[in-house]
T-cell receptor, first 109, second 115 residues
Framework: GQNIDQPTEMTATEGAIVQINCTYQTSGFNGLFWYQQHAGEAPTFLSYNVLDGLEEKGRFSSFLSRSKGYSYLLLKELQMKDSASYLCAVVDSNYQLIWGAGTKLIIKP | GAVVSQHPSWVICKSGTSVKIECRSLDFQATTMFWYRQFPKQSLMLMATSNEGSKATYEQGVEKDKFLINHASLTLSTLTVTSAHPEDSSFYIC???????????FGPGTRLTVT
C-alpha cells in the first residue's frame, strides 16, 4: 500500500530552527509537495520537489532524497505565525496526490 | 497566482436538506478538480476527483449518491450534499489543477454544520 509518515506534533521556540521529516512509500513518484495549513483554513502551497537536493525559499527550505523515500521541510528564524500544520504529499504514478496526516507545529515564545 | 474560490464560506442547514457548494478557478482552466473533507484535528480526506465533462471518481467509502459532483466546465465544479445529516458536518475543501503533475490550488473551504 501507499504510505506517508510524518510526526504528529512538534514544538519549537521562536527564533529557532525546526526540521519536519516525511518518509514515503508510494507506487511511483512524480514529485513531493509541502503545504502549510492554519487551523480553520485551507492548505497553502510551500514547495514542490521532484529532483534530489535542497530547494531554498526564504526562511523555508525543502529537501528530497528519492532513493531514500525521504523529504524534510526546514523552517528557520521561527515566528509565532509559523504555528500551523505542515502537510507532506506525494504525487504517485497515476498523478494522484497521496497525503500525509500532517505535523502540527507549536511555536513557543 | 492561481486563485480558487468557494461559495459559500459557511452554511448551516437542517438535517434532511441538501446543500450545494461551488468551486471556481478564477484565472486558469482546471483540468482536474478535487473535493476533500476534513474533520477537526484530522488530515485532509480526498472524497473524489473530477475531470471536466466526465463523471467523478470517488474514493472508497464515499457515497456517490450522497455527494453529487458536477464538473460542468473547466472553471466550475459543484458538490451537493444530499439529505445532509449531522455527521456530514465538516470542512469541505476543493482544489484545482491545471496540469499533471502540478500544484493543487486550494479554495478557502466551506464549513458545513448540519443541525
Amino acid at each position: 500500500g501507499q504510505n506517508i509518515d510524518q510526526p504528529t506534533e512538534m514544538t519549537a521556540t521562536e527564533g529557532a530552527i525546526v526540521q519536519i521529516n516525511c518518509t514515503y512509500q508510494t507506487s511511483g513518484f512524480n514529485g513531493l509537495f509541502w503545504y502549510q495549513q492554519h487551523a480553520g483554513e485551507a492548505p497553502t502551497f510551500l514547495s514542490y520537489n521532484v529532483l534530489d537536493g535542497l530547494e531554498e525559499k526564504g526562511r523555508f527550505s525543502s529537501f528530497l532524497s528519492r532513493s531514500k523515500g525521504y523529504s524534510y521541510l526546514l523552517l528557520k528564524e521561527l515566528q509565532m505565525k509559523d504555528s500551523a500544520s505542515y502537510l507532506c504529499a506525494v504525487v504517485d504514478s497515476n498523478y494522484q496526490l497521496i497525503w500525509g496526516a500532517g505535523t502540527k507545529l507549536i511555536i513557543k515564545p | 497566482g492561481a486563485v480558487v474560490s468557494q461559495h459559500p464560506s459557511w452554511v448551516i442547514c437542517k438535517s434532511g436538506t441538501s446543500v450545494k457548494i461551488e468551486c471556481r478557478s478564477l484565472d486558469f482552466q482546471a483540468t482536474t478538480m478535487f473535493w476533500y473533507r476534513q474533520f477537526p484535528k484530522q488530515s485532509l480526506m480526498l472524497m473524489a476527483t473530477s475531470n471536466e465533462g466526465s463523471k467523478a471518481t470517488y474514493e472508497q467509502g464515499v457515497e456517490k449518491d450522497k455527494f453529487l459532483i458536477n464538473h460542468a466546465s473547466l472553471t466550475l465544479s459543484t458538490l451537493t450534499v444530499t439529505s445532509a445529516h449531522p455527521e456530514d458536518s465538516s470542512f469541505y475543501i476543493c482544489s484545482a489543477r491545471d496540469r499533471e503533475p502540478g500544484e493543487q490550488y486550494f479554495g478557502p473551504g466551506t464549513r458545513l454544520t448540519v443541525t
